[in-house]
């Protein structure tokens, strides 16, 4: 699909938002980890510049960028600190792509007009204190009641619930079928009775961008709610793998936004820092840790955006993006853990940026797919080839 953006005009925004980045969010990276909140006047000023509608269709008021000015958009981003981004991501990714795929006239009205101006925040709810990696075992029911549907369960480590006005929640809504196939996609609001949210975990990175249960206790829903109306049930899970599959390449355009980043602090360190009397820059084993890392910056670089670009025209990219986010988030690691390196003593001291760095990547190896998840997707995928 072509982007309603051209290429001039998508130029212009990465100027802007690059200048936003470094001018404004940058200085302010320390606050939001020890606060770990990100200030309301950023969110205004976000809303203000249309972020949270980056990918939703202009129709409904957003950018409607394609998937690799999306993609470009989220490398850039993830420069700062990971909850600046996590801030408006969920609108513009797995918060609002179920109702963007699979919604009706009527879901895709309701909703997308204040989830891309960002007066409505969103949340993606599939995992479950039994259900991660084996997310098709999901426990959550959805039980017919008349009209509506009551919705049981409770989804775990969701992003942003604290925050979120609209829930996409997958949920069992037939209990006769095990796995992938009975399960359907609900919006829930935020303020319907018997929805509660925990507390935000205190986790080892990402501050700033809080996660929570989110506890449903026969929440009552309208059948208007099953994203794609009736046609809708038992479709939940494949749309949240296609929700899943292009936030694969997000996550792995992360990872390569991070690497620059990781990279760019520890060139100018070994460059500044001497020892023995010179540079340690000028020391050949410290080159080669900025080269390896480099090389692995460039060769992830290459992959995200050759996945942006298959998914883009449409063609099946599910190996393509399993690969690149396993690739760029383990090279991610490497490159934070070399930068560490290079810092020496101070790698370790949170005075320096490498320390938070460090612990905001590890979780991309993580979430959306573990790597040992994406292993198994990318050897089924490239087996079934050979059989
Ligand atoms: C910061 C953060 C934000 C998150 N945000 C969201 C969100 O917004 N919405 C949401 O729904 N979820 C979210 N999650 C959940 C995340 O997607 C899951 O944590 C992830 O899918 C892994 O599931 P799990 O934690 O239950 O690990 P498990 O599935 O229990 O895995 C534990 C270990 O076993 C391995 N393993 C599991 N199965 C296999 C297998 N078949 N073969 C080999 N190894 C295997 C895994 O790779 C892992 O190493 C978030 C998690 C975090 C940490």
């Known amino acids: 699909m072509p982007s309603a953006f051209d290429e001039d005009d998508f130029s212009a925004l990465l100027d802007t938002l690059d200048r936003y980045i470094r001018e404004r969010l940058m200085p302010l990276e320390k606050t939001v980890e020890e606060t770990a909140t990100v200030p309301d006047a950023i969110l205004d000023e976000m809303r203000e510049m249309g972020l949270f509608g980056l990918s939703i269709p202009q129709a409904y008021g957003g950018f409607e960028l394609d998937v690799v000015q999306e ?18 991501w ?7 792509r179920g109702i963007v795929y699979g919604g009706t006239p009527g879901q895709k009205q309701r909703y997308l007009p204040g989830l891309a101006s960002g007066e409505l925040r969103a949340a993606f709810c599939l995992t479950e204190p039994d259900a991660g990696s084996d997310a098709a075992n999901i ?19 969701i992003t942003n619930a604290t925050h979120a006005d609209v829930f996409t929640v997958m949920a069992r809504s037939d209990a006769g079928k095990s796995g992938a196939d009975g399960i359907s996609a609900f919006i829930v609001e935020k303020g319907t009775p018997g929805l509660t949210i925990g507390k935000p975990e205190h986790k ?57 980043r990781i990279i760019d602090e520890a060139a100018t360190y070994a460059l500044s820092r001497k020892q023995f009397g010179q540079p340690i820059a000028e020391f050949q084993l410290i080159q080669g840790m900025l080269a390896d890392s480099e090389a692995e910056y460039l060769a992830g670089h290459a992959m995200v955006m050759e996945a942006a670009r298959s998914l883009q025209a449409k063609r099946d990219t ?70």
Do not use: H
């Not at 829903?221 to 292009?246: C, H, T, W, Y």
């Open 204 to 260: 080892l990175g990402q501050r700033g961008a809080p996660i929570c249960d989110v506890i449903l206790d026969r929440v009552r829903v309208p059948k208007e709610n099953l994203i794609g109306g009736e046609a809708g049930e038992g479709k939940g899970f494949r749309i949240a793998m296609q929700v899943l599959d292009s936030g694969r390449i997000g996550v792995a355009g992360s990872a390569v936004g991070m690497m620059k």
């Open 71 to 88: 993609t470009r958009v989220q490398m850039l981003f993830s420069g700062t600190s990971q909850a600046f981004r996590l801030a408006f």
């Open 318 to 387: 599910r190996i393509l993006a399993a690969s690149a986010k396993y690739f760029c988030s383990e090279a991610l690691g490497r490159v934070a853990d070399r930068a560490l390196q290079i810092f020496g003593g101070a790698g370790y001291i949170a005075e320096y940026p490498i320390e938070r760095l460090w612990r905001d990547a590890r979780v991309l190896r993580i979430y959306e797919g573990t790597s040992q998840i994406l292993q198994l997707v990318i050897a089924r995928g490239l087996l079934k080839r050979y059989a």
């Open 139 to 157: 426990r959550t029911v959805a039980v017919r009641d008349g009209d509506d549907f009551l919705i049981s369960g409770t989804k775990r480590f």
């Open 90 to 96: 969920p609108n513009v990714g797995i918060g609002s």
